[in-house]
């Protein structure tokens, strides 16, 4: 069984900062891709930044220059830290990871339960 829990999320005002952590816990043995995706009211789940194994990072447009990924490997950790935040970040923000919980077995995708992030104008 494994489990991903995010925490951090919250209401802030525009200009400010959250950062969003998110842990895996459970039967791992390797956990290749983590990312942050986001959902707003009435639209689709979008990718908002991805981090692998080596620290490679991808990042949607909209957030260059203002969000950062992280991970910790030894925790099973990834970070989100959101600054200048604006009001079309408001969204659930929801943790992804790639894992594979056995060493002789496949990697599957596992979803968190979400964290609720509003930015007020």
């Known amino acids: 069984q494994v489990q991903l829990v995010e925490s951090g999320g919250g209401l802030v005002q525009a200009g400010g900062s959250l950062r969003l952590s998110c842990t895996a816990s459970?039967?791992?043995?390797?956990?290749?891709?983590m990312g942050w995706y986001r959902q707003a009211p009435g639209k689709q789940r979008e990718l908002v930044a991805t981090?692998?194994?080596?620290?490679?990072?991808n990042y949607v447009d909209s957030v260059k220059g203002r969000f950062t990924i992280s991970r910790d490997n030894a925790k099973n950790t990834v970070y989100l830290q959101m600054s200048s935040l604006k009001p079309e970040d408001t969204a659930v923000y929801y943790c992804n990871a790639d894992l594979r919980p056995r060493a002789w077995g496949l990697s599957y995708n596992y979803w968190g339960q979400g964290t609720q992030v509003t930015v007020s104008s």
């Open positions: 459970g039967s791992i043995f390797s956990i290749n891709v």
């Open positions: 981090i692998t194994s080596g620290s490679s990072t």
